[in-house]
């Protein structure tokens, strides 16, 4: 099955539920319905799981805020961040000095942060959004991050000899991205090729119960073995799950 519109896909299953033909989803009160459920359909199935096609190059964002010089904001549409890496490069160097920076808890920071000498130059008071203050290095990379909010990132440190804040341009992120939908005879969803019978299916099965309000046992066979096929693949670089072979040949 190839790739396929959303009005193709509320067409094939009106289709199989012998409802009238229409032109455009917003022909009919049941073509509207039946995109709709296509919609919630797709959701769930991208909710279930990191899709490999939805993750992604991005960059955080600078708070731009010398008062909050190690806050950075994740993309609005990120669904998990994966591993952040920052160009620490040294005042007057032209290599790059790109590092990963790890996840800590916010207990961990703050344990961190209250281990810090705050009598030093080189250790300064940071407040967040939330009022509450801390202490950041100011002299070297960061090293470490968290979350208080699951929006904001908070490192350890930047080096205020390079820049006021930590900055967008030198960060490098990977994270699975959440989806757009949008309701158009157009739009085709964001889906690898071989997860649309999925999706027809789910959503077949799911029209059949709402709207005809009864069940359709073909279609619901349908979905169960696209979700158990799905669930071992759904990449299409790399090798996905592995499986141990137990020294077979």
């Given amino acids: 099955m ?5 009005l193709a896909l509320a067409q094939d299953i009106a289709s ?3 409802s009238d033909e229409f032109n455009s989803i917003t022909d ?10 296509i919609e919630s359909t797709y959701f769930e199935m991208m909710a279930n799981k990191n899709w490999p096609h939805l993750r992604q190059l991005t960059t955080l964002d600078s708070s731009g805020d010398s008062t909050k010089p190690t806050h950075m904001k994740m993309p609005e549409n990120t669904k998990e961040l994966h591993s952040v890496q920052y160009d620490g490069i040294k005042l007057g160097e032209t290599r790059s000095r790109v590092q990963e920076a790890t996840y800590i808890t916010p207990d961990e920071f703050l344990r961190r942060s209250n ?9 300064q008071s940071v407040t967040d959004f939330s009022g509450v203050s801390f ?3 100011n002299n070297t990379r960061p090293e470490v991050y968290t979350s208080f909010d699951d929006e904001w990132l908070v490192f350890d440190s930047f080096d205020n000899t390079v820049d006021t804040t930590l900055m967008s341009s030198k960060t490098q992120c990977t994270a699975t991205m959440s989806p757009a939908f949008t309701v158009s005879d157009s739009f085709i969803p964001d889906l690898p090729t071989e997860a649309f019978p999925a999706l027809l299916a789910e959503a077949k099965s799911t029209c059949f119960a709402r709207i005809k309000q009864a069940a359709d046992g073909k279609s619901e066979q349908q979905a169960v073995r696209s979700r158990a096929w799905l669930s071992r693949k759904a990449w299409q670089a790399g090798t996905g799950i592995q499986f141990p072979d137990y020294g077979r040949k």
Avoid: P, R
């Avoid at 190839?2 to 959303?6: F, G």
């Avoid at 281990?115 to 250790?123: A, E, I, P, T």
């Fill in 28 to 37: 009919t009160l049941e073509s509207v319905q039946i995109a709709k459920i």
């Fill in 135 to 137: 202490l950041v290095k």
């Fill in 16 to 18: 199989d539920m012998n």
């Fill in 2 to 6: 190839a790739k396929m519109s959303l």
């Fill in 115 to 123: 281990n810090l000498n705050s009598d030093k130059d080189v250790v």
